[in-house]
Nanobody, 117 residues
Framework: QVHLVESGGGLVQAGGSLRLSCAAS????????MGWYRQAPGKERELVAD???????NFLDSVKGRFTISGDYVKNTVYLQMNNLRPEDTAVYFC???????????WGQGTQVTVSS
C-alpha cells in the first residue's frame, strides 16, 4: 500500500520561507517523477514543481526563482523549499509520485500553507 505523508506546512508572514517534505512508503514500482501540486480556495489545482529521476525540473511560472525542488530517489522523499512567500501562495500543497503504469500517480493528504500579508 502506497502512503505519502507531507510535513512542513504552517503559517508564515509574507517574505518568509517554509520547507515542505514528503516521504513515500510502500512503493514497489519504479518512480519516474516526484513533485508538488497546490490548490487554493476557489482556484484550480496547479502543478507547482516536479523533478524527474534524472534531475530534470519544472516550475510554475509564478514560483520560478523563489521555490526549489529536490528529490531523493533512494529514500523516496521529495522536498519543496519555498522562499519569499507571497499571500497568493496560500494553498493546500499535495505531493505526488508518478510511476510508469496505471494509475501512474499517487498523492499525499496535503499540507496547509498560509502566508499572511
Amino acid at each position: 500500500q502506497v502512503h505519502l505523508v507531507e510535513s512542513g506546512g504552517g503559517l508564515v508572514q509574507a517574505g518568509g520561507s517554509l520547507r515542505l517534505s514528503c516521504a513515500a512508503s510502500g512503493v514497489f514500482f519504479s518512480i519516474s517523477t516526484m513533485g508538488w501540486y497546490r490548490q487554493a480556495p476557489g482556484k484550480e489545482r496547479e502543478l507547482v514543481a516536479d523533478i524527474s529521476r534524472g534531475g530534470s525540473t519544472n516550475f510554475l511560472d509564478s514560483v520560478k526563482g523563489r521555490f526549489t525542488i529536490s528529490g531523493d530517489y533512494v529514500k523516496n522523499t521529495v522536498y519543496l523549499q519555498m522562499n519569499n512567500l507571497r499571500p497568493e501562495d496560500t494553498a493546500v500543497y499535495f505531493c505526488f509520485v508518478r510511476g510508469y503504469v496505471k494509475p501512474y500517480d499517487y498523492w499525499g493528504q496535503g499540507t496547509q500553507v498560509t502566508v499572511s500579508s
